[in-house]
């Protein structure tokens, strides 16, 4: 399994990036799919993900209205638009899938088995 995430780069705040993540090995379709960042210092977080246990989204409290994920299973491919974007969401995004471990979003993001390599975002003027 492998994934390959790209789409980052420096982008001014207020400005905008969509991430794509691009699958092989598995249908993406029958999975969890999460997408996570870490900034220096800091530990990974959930920013978005899909639940392959109860169907839902999720989006983390603080990006709320400004992301949307997405994929096309025909390109076996997950996106993450973000809009708005701020300095404090600099950082490198990874994606990842797996099987939900329960409902919700713990469940969500706990699920993941298989992580790309990152990509850098850097929100600066």
């Known amino acids: 399994v492998q994934l390959q995430a790209s789409g980052g780069g420096l982008v001014q705040p207020g400005g905008s990036l969509r991430l794509s993540c691009a699958a092989s090995?598995?249908?993406?379709?029958?999975?969890?799919i999460g997408w996570f960042r870490q900034a220096p210092g800091k530990e990974r977080e959930g920013v978005s993900c899909?639940?392959?246990?109860?169907?839902?989204?999720y989006y983390k409290d603080s990006m709320k209205g400004r992301l949307t994920i997405s994929r096309d299973n025909a390109k076996n491919t997950v996106y993450l638009q973000m809009n708005r974007l701020k300095p404090e969401d600099t950082a490198v995004y990874y994606c990842?899938?797996?099987?939900?471990?329960?409902?919700?979003?713990?469940?969500?993001?706990?699920?993941?088995?298989?992580w790309g390599k990152g990509t850098q975002v850097t929100v600066s003027s």
């Open positions: 090995g598995l249908i993406l379709d029958d999975y969890t």
């Open positions: 899909i639940s392959s246990s109860d169907g839902n989204t």
């Open positions: 990842a899938t797996g099987e939900a471990r329960g409902n919700g979003p713990i469940g969500c993001y706990n699920g993941m088995n298989y």
